[in-house]
């Protein structure tokens, strides 16, 4: 941990180099320690506040920061879209800039508009932190994910890593995908090619609408949700065909390595992308990474706030 | 201003020796039993390990030895030009009922030791807490003085800083005089 943390915002993985992910994820170790001990709070942020502001509904990934910025001893306010002035027409810089004007010291948003915190954070003094942007980039979630396969594997660097299923919807693919890449993994993209473009070999990333294919020589296999709530259209004839084709299930695990972890962001829609005795058997880490999150959202709210108001000294 | 050279690594050595002594002193003379002794990252926890080397050797017991990082506990997060970095806490005992010592470099403004205070007690509940630290070189902005200083040294504000160097840390023992705060800067 030799560099320092600058920036005021964390807004997606594509705008941090590998030496700020990994100091993300080395600060997180220590962080997860806290939720260990018998008093699982410090005093980190105390005098700090932070505004939870979730335009777009969320149940774990709001639980994860609310909880994480409750064991730094910040102060929290919770805004629903759905009770907020947003309905009445009011923009969200507005918005936004009310809850900076009561002396706010950071934001944690959801949006369904890829790219509302890039807009915002340059317009605001205070921190805006990303917790999920419509299809653009969730950070948390793939700092999460990748501090999982860190502590499981040891590292990251030269593992097969494949994501499975709705590639084109993610956000939390396109954050892993720029995460894994700058720590060095290999990226593998499965799934039917309506919802896995070819798009993506630019980026250096295989891609296959074959499952065998995809997970065959997988470390870690990480599937997405089928997101029927972002499919306007239909991208596949039915779940059940999706269920039978590529599904992790038991005729199709025998597929991947003995030794592969298996990951799913959450919610899971059991017995379509992933079957219950999967989800459940020895190989998940489904709620490790739920563990994680905790430990990963108190590590960027840490640094986010040391880096905020310099004082003049 | 340069670096001056305050004490060399003999000298460095034998102010190790002689907290030690101290140490060893106390729980003769007190009877105190269960003792362990935490360093406060960074060169706390080095000394610690060589003070409890050297209890272990004279007092034949079997010290445990753990390491507290405070950064999570300090009241000035985003009054630093930095942000201080996190280092490794690992404190593998219950330190319920035991008789803790903390052990660091420098004894300044007692700010560390009041983060390391909290920070300690949010583990268990210890039977008492001591403090040994290698100089304790004045400038307390805090009611907190330490129990063992191998070095009290009365230094004014505008003299500069102490800077404890340790082989396992920096590749020397010594001590040096320095017009950079050393906490600050990057490691």
């Known amino acids: 941990m030799s560099i320092t943390w600058t920036k005021k915002d964390l807004l997606s993985l594509y705008d941090l180099d590998a030496a700020e992910i990994k100091l993300i994820l080395d600060t997180a170790a220590e962080f997860k320690k806290v939720s260990e001990r018998r008093v699982k709070k410090v005093p980190a942020l105390r005098g700090k506040t932070v505004v939870n502001l979730f335009v777009e509904p969320s149940t774990r990934t709001r639980t994860s920061f609310e909880l994480a910025e409750q064991r730094l001893s910040a102060d929290i306010i919770n805004i629903n879209a759905a009770s907020s002035s947003l309905k009445k027409g009011e923009t969200l810089l507005d918005t936004v800039k009310n809850i900076e004007a009561l002396q706010v010291d950071i934001v944690v948003m959801r949006h369904s508009a890829a790219g509302a915190h890039n807009f915002l954070a340059p317009r605001l003094s205070c921190g805006i932190v990303n917790a999920g942007d419509g299809s653009h980039s969730h950070p948390t979630q793939a700092l999460l994910d990748i501090f999982t396969i860190i502590e499981k594997k040891g590292g990251v660097e030269g593992l097969n890593v494949t994501i499975l299923g709705d590639i084109l919807h993610s956000r939390v693919a396109r954050s892993n995908i720029w995460g894994l890449l700058k ?13 896995v473009p070819k798009e993506f070999e630019k980026l250096g990333i295989r891609v296959c609408d074959n499952l065998e294919e995809a997970v065959s020589d997988a470390d870690v296999v990480n599937l997405l949700r089928i997101q029927h709530e972002r499919q306007k259209t239909s991208f596949f004839p039915s779940t059940s065909e999706y269920a039978n084709i590529f599904g992790l299930n038991e005729k199709t695990i025998k597929y991947v390595k003995k030794d592969a972890m298996i990951m799913h962001p959450g919610p899971i829609n059991r017995g379509i992308e992933l079957a219950s005795s999967i989800a459940d058997g020895p190989r998940s880490v489904i709620l490790e990474q739920v563990t994680n999150g905790l430990a990963v959202r108190m590590a960027v709210l840490y640094l986010v706030a040391g880096s905020l108001d310099k004082a003049p000294s | 201003m340069n670096e001056k050279l305050l004490f060399d690594s003999r000298e460095v050595v034998a102010v190790i020796d002689a907290i030690a002594e101290m140490v060893a002193g106390e729980i003769k003379r007190n009877h105190i039993e269960n003792v362990a002794l935490i360093g406060i990252q960074l060169r706390g926890v080095p000394l ?17 030895t753990g390491s507290l990082d405070i950064s999570m506990y300090r009241d000035d997060i985003g009054k630093r030009k930095k942000l201080t970095d996190i280092h490794e806490t690992d404190i593998a005992f219950d330190i319920d009922d035991k008789s803790i010592i903390l052990v660091d470099d420098i004894l300044h403004t007692g700010r560390t030791i009041r983060a390391a205070l909290d920070a300690v007690t949010d583990y268990g509940r210890p039977k008492l807490i001591k403090l040994a630290v290698f100089i304790d070189r004045g400038g307390h902005e805090f009611p907190i003085s330490a129990d063992y200083a191998g070095k009290t040294i009365d230094l004014d504000g505008k003299d500069g800083f102490v800077s404890l160097r340790l082989a396992e840390t920096d590749a020397e023992d010594a001590v040096y005089l320095t017009p950079e705060n050393p906490h600050t800067k990057n490691r």
Do not use: C, H, Y
């Not at chain 1, 720590?183 to 919802?195: E, F, I, N, W």
């Not at chain 2, 390990?49 to 445990?64: P, S, V, Y």
């Open chain 1, 183 to 195: 720590l060095g993994a290999k990226v593998t993209l499965g799934g039917p090619s309506t919802l």
């Open chain 2, 48 to 64: 610690a390990r060589r003070i409890a080397g050297k209890l272990n050797e004279t007092l034949k017991l079997d010290i445990q």
